[in-house]
Nanobody, 126 residues
């Protein structure tokens, strides 16, 4: 069974950058046509951040222009490059994957992602 493992979180200051990684162990990312990143702040619901499906990247409005999702099948890894971080970006970040493609709003539905990692914490201080 494929396990997704996130890494790269940490404590940074506003304006800094971080790159999150999501590695697939026990299998390959190639079986997943869609990979995504979600985040959950304390007391809030888990929300969509970004997804990569069929060569197209999708982002929630609050991270457009600051975050970039990418995947490297050769390394079995998906990345989320986060630049110009803000305190509002503070959350636990989760990698998720699904076998099928998605597009537009369909990529935002967390219940459509059956496979999840355990999360990595990102804290941005002001």
């Amino acid at each position: 069974q494929v396990q997704l493992v996130e890494s790269g979180g940490g404590l940074v200051q506003a304006g800094d950058s971080l790159r999150l990684s999501c590695a697939a162990s026990g299998g390959t990312f190639s079986r997943y046509r869609t990979v995504g990143w979600f985040r959950q702040a304390p007391g809030k619901e888990r929300e969509f951040v970004a997804a990569w499906s069929g060569g197209t990247a999708y982002y929630t409005d609050s991270v457009k222009g600051r975050f970039t999702i990418s995947r490297d099948n050769a390394k079995n890894t998906v990345y989320l490059q986060m630049n110009s971080l803000k305190p509002d970006d503070t959350a636990a970040y989760y990698c998720a994957a699904r076998a099928g493609y998605c597009s537009g709003y369909g990529c935002r539905l967390r219940n459509d992602y059956p496979d999840w990692g355990q999360g990595t914490q990102v804290t941005v201080s002001s």
